[in-house]
């Protein structure tokens, strides 16, 4: 029963930064909105380089739910920990570091924006950022099957 405790308050402590991290990324379309407000002709600080960067971004961007495949996999099959606190470390560490590899498309796109001035492809970051932060939201029964595994095994 402690470790019901246990998995609860460290999941509720991760959401509660989870959901701060989130609400920090509303900033950048509040920003993008007060820039084209302000400047309706804005095109961005160094167009030319946008241009070139680009598919860059894009390419990045197509790449991080992979990123994020990977790395969950790699944090958590690497030793095993028998600590129950430990597991909930692990289990949180993946958590915030999902959240901020799903992230990075949209603060491309917001640069993006910044250097070319090209707010649709940063709208477009935007969602897909949140899709990927959906996708991969972590959800206490996975929580819950990771400790009974770790248990088991």
Same mark, same amino acid.
């Given at each position: 029963?402690?470790? =019901?405790?246990?998995?609860?308050?460290?999941?509720?402590?991760?959401?509660?930064?989870?959901? +701060?991290?989130?609400?920090?990324?509303?900033?950048?379309?509040?920003?993008?909105? *007060?820039?084209?407000?302000?400047?309706?002709?804005?095109?961005?600080?160094?167009? =030319?380089?946008?241009? =070139?960067?680009?598919?860059?971004?894009?390419?990045?961007?197509? *790449?991080?739910?992979?990123? *994020?495949?990977?790395?969950?996999? &790699?944090?958590?099959?690497?030793?095993?920990?028998?600590?129950?606190? +430990?597991?909930?470390?692990?289990? &949180?560490?993946? +958590?915030?570091?999902?959240?901020?590899?799903?992230?990075?498309?949209?603060?491309?796109?917001?640069?993006?924006?910044?250097?070319?001035?090209?707010?649709?492809?940063?709208?477009?970051?935007?969602?897909?950022?949140?899709?990927? *932060?959906? +996708?991969?939201?972590?959800?206490?029964? =996975?929580?819950?099957?990771?400790?009974?595994?770790?248990?088991?095994?």
């Amino acid at each position: 029963m402690e470790m =019901q405790g246990d998995l609860k308050r460290a999941y509720e402590k991760s959401i509660t930064f989870l959901w +701060a991290m989130i609400a920090a990324l509303v900033l950048c379309p509040i920003t993008v909105e *007060i820039v084209r407000m302000s400047n309706p002709s804005f095109s961005g600080f160094a167009h =030319q380089t946008a241009s =070139q960067v680009r598919d860059f971004i894009y390419g990045i961007a197509i *790449i991080s739910p992979l990123c *994020i495949r990977t790395m969950r996999k &790699a944090i958590l099959k690497h030793g095993r920990p028998s600590d129950l606190n +430990a597991l909930l470390s692990k289990l &949180a560490t993946v +958590a915030i570091l999902t959240v901020l590899v799903a992230e990075i498309p949209a603060i491309l796109g917001f640069l993006l924006f910044l250097l070319g001035g090209f707010y649709k492809e940063f709208y477009i970051a935007l969602a897909y950022s949140v899709l990927v *932060i959906l +996708a991969y939201f972590p959800r206490v029964n =996975q929580w819950e099957k990771s400790l009974t595994s770790s248990v088991v095994n």
